[in-house]
């Protein structure tokens, strides 16, 4: 079965530079979620996306900023990078916005901020 | 503050035993409860979920019970097997009332030793 895709899986940047993640949710789920999951941490919830529109919003910095497309993929863009945005970044997809929809991860992209 | 408490952050069980793993969270307002299993370089991958309208749900060796006046939550793995050896992390979500985007705990790693 088809899985939730991110790219890339890896990344490493420079302070002060800016990444883009993407997502690509599992075919005919329209709701795309992000974490970040820092060392020894739980994953914490960043940003939402329901059929293109931003659902809810967590912890995530005013350097970042998403969107979802019209083909429900979502994208997540990191600016003035600092260290400690090092981690894990894990997007997952449900079928639908209602809170008892189990979410499915992509496997993460790991960023490193030198 | 953690509204998600996995207070044993790793736990040993013999092949062909029980295992249990606990989960305590403080939000009332959480009505849906997952477990998810991650392996290293894996993103989380979706066990067994419960509402709170249920105490119990039980998927082949997976079980979670649900103790809501108590705020607790467990997964009995029966028989453990070797390839059960995992991080698990437990995560809630306000249910239906909410946007969906899960409270994790932070995980408590098994070991399943043959």
């Known amino acids: 079965a088809a899985g939730v895709i991110q790219s890339p899986r890896h990344l490493i940047k420079e302070k002060r530079e800016t990444a883009t993640l993407k997502c690509y949710p599992i075919p005919r789920h329209d709701t795309v979620y992000w974490y970040q999951q820092g060392p020894g941490q739980d994953p914490q919830f960043l940003i939402s996306?329901?059929?293109?529109?931003?659902?809810d919003k967590g912890s995530i910095p005013d350097r970042f900023s998403a969107q979802q497309f019209s083909d429900y993929h979502s994208e997540l863009n990191m600016s003035s990078l600092e260290l400690g945005d090092s981690a894990l970044y894990f997007c997952a997809s449900s079928p639908g916005l209602a809170g008892y929809n189990e979410q499915f991860f992509g496997p993460g992209t790991r960023l490193t901020v030198l | 503050d953690q509204q998600v408490k996995q207070n044993s952050p790793s736990l040993s069980v013999q092949e062909g035993r029980i295992s249990i793993l606990n989960c305590d969270y403080t939000n009332s307002m959480f009505d849906y409860f997952l477990w998810y299993k991650k392996y290293p370089a894996e993103g989380p991958t979706f066990l067994i979920s419960?509402?709170?309208?249920?105490d119990k749900n039980e998927d082949g060796r997976f079980t979670v019970f649900l103790n809501k006046s108590a705020k607790h939550l467990s997964l009995h793995i029966v028989p453990s097997q070797p390839g059960d050896s995992a991080v698990y992390f437990c995560?809630?979500?306000?249910?239906?009332?909410?946007?969906?985007?899960?409270?994790f705990g932070k995980g408590t790693k098994l070991s399943v030793k043959p």
């Open positions: 995560a809630a979500s306000g249910g239906g009332g909410s946007q969906g985007n899960l409270i």
């Open positions: 419960i509402s709170s309208i249920k």
């Open positions: 996306f329901y059929e293109k529109m931003q659902s």
